[in-house]
């Protein structure tokens, strides 16, 4: 459960990071809107999470039931929490459409069933 707080926690303030860096640093984001760290928060972090959030839920659930905890699950939840922040980074900065959001959802998924399918055996021989 304590991993589990600290990969969100690590994935809301990756997002919160990003948006304050695209919006104040580099100046990205919609032109009638000010350049602000309350339009990075009180906007953009909103938008963004609604957008990737279930993409974190659905691997959490997909990497995590019936599955016990091991170091190498951990290792995988960080990687994917990373991926994730690197897919908003990408679609933030290429202002990529609703059809790129769903490629990314269904490669992400389709990814943690190919470890998930990896970290079964594993949970099996440190089981026994």
Request: no cysteine; aromatic share 14%; proline share 5%.
């Amino acid at each position: 459960m304590t991993r589990t707080i600290w990969i969100i926690t690590l994935f809301i303030g990756g997002t919160a990071s990003l948006m304050i860096f695209n919006i104040i640093v580099l100046g990205l984001g919609d032109p009638k809107f000010p350049k602000d760290l309350e339009t990075a928060l009180g906007f953009y972090l909103p938008i963004w999470l609604f957008f990737y959030f279930p993409h974190m839920i659905s691997v959490w659930l997909i990497l995590t039931v019936k599955i016990p905890v091991s170091r190498n699950q951990t290792i995988t939840l960080l990687g994917f929490t990373v991926l994730i922040l690197l897919a908003i980074q990408i679609s933030f900065m290429l202002d990529l459409m609703l059809l790129t959001l769903a490629v990314i959802w269904v490669t992400a998924l389709f990814i943690a069933g190919l470890l998930r399918y990896r970290l079964l055996p594993k949970a099996a021989n440190e089981k026994a």
